[in-house]
């Protein structure tokens, strides 16, 4: 329904973008799959209907949600910079999918556009850790102890913040980037739905990046462990953005094998609850699986085995 919706026209698509937008920032427990929904709108008509059209639907919803934002509380620059946020990178990555037809190109460069936000955030900040450091002292603490939370434990709060602003920027790039991808994955499952049914699950259980992309996660890995001070931090941050790829790539092979052994969905069900449950290894874990697949193969070797061939 909602798909049909967005297929009217543009202010049909303006609309629901960013109505599901704003309802993503009033719904709290909901703004996740919300922001999800709204940038697979823009990702959807771009997918269909062109790069242009794409831009149109994204600047129109951001004016729709600038003025929307006037007539409530709160600051309609910061909500449409949020608006950007969630729909530019979606735009950008279905664009390169519409062009190249290739699921993997889109992602990487989804990697790359994470290196270059940790980067670009470094140069801007100079100690990204001292400004989260003091982001979270002066203004989210307050912020939190006003809302009634206590905090007995200083010396291990304190410990936690140093700990948490050092890693902060690569987990914010890896955290868009996420949300960026799953936009990508539904817009490209309705876009499959409307022209070419099957079309999205084929191409997301051939999904791999090739040797060279994984050799490249393998140098920065490297490079992140044999360097130190501020470049260690730049290194170790942009690894996280690399991990969001490959762990899809991981999910992938699972997807694939789950299906050429004929399994029960349950077996899916219970992959993403030990992904969920084995935070913040696992996803690392199955992102190193991805990495390897690269050269392993693992579909082909471990599906044919069990479907005679034919996996």
């Known amino acids: 329904m909602l798909v049909a919706y967005v297929m009217r026209g543009h202010l049909q698509a303006m609309l629901a973008a960013s109505g599901l937008l704003l309802l993503a920032l009033v719904l709290m427990p909901l703004s996740w799959p919300l922001s999800f929904l709204s940038a697979a709108v823009v990702g959807l008509i771009t997918l269909v209907k062109g790069t242009r059209e794409g831009l149109l639907i994204l600047l129109g919803g951001g004016l729709f949600v600038f003025l929307l934002g006037l007539l409530a509380p709160g600051n309609p620059v910061a909500v449409t910079g949020f608006a950007m946020l ?29 290196i270059l936000a940790v980067a670009g955030f470094f140069l801007l900040t100079g100690d ?34 140093e700990q948490a602003s050092r890693l902060m920027t690569g987990s914010l790039a890896a955290i868009l980037l996420l949300g960026a991808l799953l936009g990508l994955f539904i817009a490209r ?22 040797v060279s992309a994984a050799l490249v996660a393998l ?9 130190s001070g501020i470049w260690s931090e730049l290194l170790v941050n942009m690894l996280p953005p690399v991990i969001v790829v490959f762990l899809f790539q991981g999910l992938a092979i699972g ?57």
Not at 194 to 201: E, I, T
């Open 86 to 114: 969630v729909w530019l990178p979606v735009w950008l990555l279905a664009m390169v999918l519409r062009q190249s037809m290739s699921l993997s190109l889109a992602l990487l460069l989804g990697a790359l556009l994470g």
């Open 128 to 161: 990204p850790a001292t400004w989260w450091h003091q982001h979270f002292t002066t203004d989210v603490l307050p912020m939190l102890e006003k809302a009634g939370m206590v905090f007995d434990d200083r010396a291990r709060l304190e410990a936690d913040l």
């Open 189 to 210: 499952r309705w876009q499959a739905g409307l022209y070419n049914p099957g079309g999205f699950q084929e191409a997301f259980h051939q999904l791999r990046f090739g």
């Open 219 to 227: 140098a920065l890995l490297a490079a992140s462990f044999l360097s």
């Open 255 to 311: 997807h694939a094998l789950v299906k050429a052994w004929s399994l029960k969905p349950v077996w899916l069900v219970a992959l993403y609850i030990l992904l969920l449950f084995g935070l913040p290894y696992s996803p690392v874990l199955l992102a190193l699986l991805g990495v390897a697949d690269n050269w392993l193969d693992l579909r082909n070797k471990f599906g044919q085995k069990k479907t005679g061939g034919t996996g």
